[in-house]
């Protein structure tokens, strides 16, 4: 203070009287002031806090953007680090255009304040309107993971759902139920299309998937889907199922389309809307039953892998098969139930009429089983075949490679096969490794370029090249004529044939030849009626049959034979009235013992047993050389077991007989074929050995 200079000193104590002076004055002015209280501390949540605030909010940043944006209520900060929150509401950044709140009563964050444990109405919302709901949660601060341990709830637009225990990853936008998984799907009008449960379930919104696991099983309707596991593709906007696939013993049953589907994997292909199913597709041992009519069981198809395409009508448009194929259609009015196997299978259809046509390849067993009791299928098998159906039953059925056909006893088989199962006709043509076309019964064994055959009834027509092979059969059921071998077969050659099957009827034409062992017969057109054993050959016949151990040859226009009768007979027309006969125009019969014999008519009368002749008749320019006699009449009749032959003549044409150097006439000449006897009009004629030989004289 003694350093302090006069000026200096006046100068302080100017400044001090003037700062009383002011004071007075505004306290003057104020006049008498009241006292401050001081503000009331706010209440305390929880003592042990050591600091607690009021509008707290905690942003974290990631990559130089905001992810997530934690605020609350009341914030409470613990000395070891722990963090306590009150009416907690954490926003989330989405990073697929979706913005995500997640909200609740309380939370609490551990020392290191990565996760927030969150208890009370713990609710997420998405900016999209997908809403989930639980009673407490963890949030990651990390991650931003939302994991619930308890039931939650969730809902977006017509999909809701529930579980036990639930992780939301919001950076890939994936909800995870862990057990009790329930998911439904419900139209505009609130009405539930599908309703799932499953063990655990994982709803992948940006991908819109909804996968299951552990014991699926879904409603839809009426329908029930069941498998192991599956999932579900959504509508963007998750309220609507446009395709389902179906792992692991999967089953459906019910729904319009069909009545069943069975697989180990299946898949379900529905329009853009989710209404309508458009496509199924089964992996491993797969069945599909579709409806029938009334209650009746309709379609089966069963393979390794099948594949199915429906209309807006529910009817099937397309259907394939692989491996291990089986179709089976249901019984239809007046058709029987048909089943088809094969290694594979390709059909179309319309919409309204359902599948029309179908093709199936490799081991193809076609299987008809008709009505009735102690009926038998018919079977047929091919390297492939083709059908055209009219709903449920089949109006063609084309057979190609190797075919064989079975129906009741008859066997048929060809490169080719058209089966006309409501006419019940088989058309076969076509040759291949496996020979031409053949049908085979108990009567016949038919081998032609082409066969045609009505199944009901046994008609069948041939032509081209036709070997027919004849069987013998019991005489009740049917025979082979009497003057062939017994027990033995015949074989036909000709260019066509005509099989009237029910009736054992056979008409051959084009050169039809008959052969068994050393006996044959000819004709342009044979008649063989296995019924009776009749047989008839026409147009330039010609015969070559073993008599008595001989062999005989017979020509004729005509060669019947009547096997009641036990008849042979060469028929051959008679010419005009005073026409010329030609030698060439008339029947013949020859051989060792017969000799030769011409006639208009011959007839050869057998035994009771083989071909033993009893009798043989001539009748009309009869002509016959026996040894060195040559005997012209109007008849002859020659008795076997006598060796007697018995010539008529008529008034102005007499018997005559040239033997050598003689000659004989009479109305009636009997003579013998071992002894030297004649009989001529009843009188007895000897003849001498010399008359026999030698020349004659002039």
Known sequence: MTGMTRWQRRARLGLATFGIVFAIVVYARIGEREAVVPPARPARLDPRAILESAGAILQQFREARQDYVVEAERQLAYEDGSTKIVGVTIKVRGRAGRD???????AQAGPDQKELRITGDVRLTASDGFVMTAERASFDQESALLVAPGPISFQKGGMSGSGIGMAYDQANDILSLMEQAHVEVKNEEGNTVTDFTAGSATLARQDDLLALEGAVRALRGEQVIEADRGVARLTANEEAITFIELRGNARVVGGGAFDSLSARDIDLDYTDDGQVLERVRLTGSGAIALPGRDEEAGRQFLADVLDLSFAPDASVTRATGRRNVRVDLPAAPDAPARSITARDFDATGEPGKGLTSARFTENVEYREQPTGRGATAKIARSRAMRLTLAGDAVTTAAFTGSVRFEDQGLEASGAGAEYDP???????SGSDAGGGPRV????????????????????????GNVKTTLRPRAAQDGKLPGLLEPGAAATVNAGTLDYQGADGKAIFSGRATLVQGMQAIRGNVMTLDQATGDLIASGASTSTLVFDADQAIGRAAEIRYDDSARRITYNSPVGPPGAPVLPASLSQLSGPTLGDLRANRIEVILGAD??????????????????????????LTYYADEERYVMTGLPMAPVKIIESCRETTGRTVTFFRSADRVVVDGNEETRTQSTRGGPCPQ
């Open 610 to 635: 083989g071909n033993r002749v009893e009798r043989l008749e001539a009748h009309t320019t009869v002509t016959i050389l026996v040894d060195t006699r040559t005997a012209t009449g109007d008849g």
């Open 440 to 463: 085979s019964d108990d009567r016949v064994t038919v081998e032609a370029e082409t066969i045609d055959v009505t199944l009901q009834g046994r008609r069948m027509t041939a032509s």
């Open 100 to 106: 995500f709140v997640v909200s609740g009563r309380e």
């Open 422 to 428: 409501l006419g019940g006709t088989l058309h076969l």
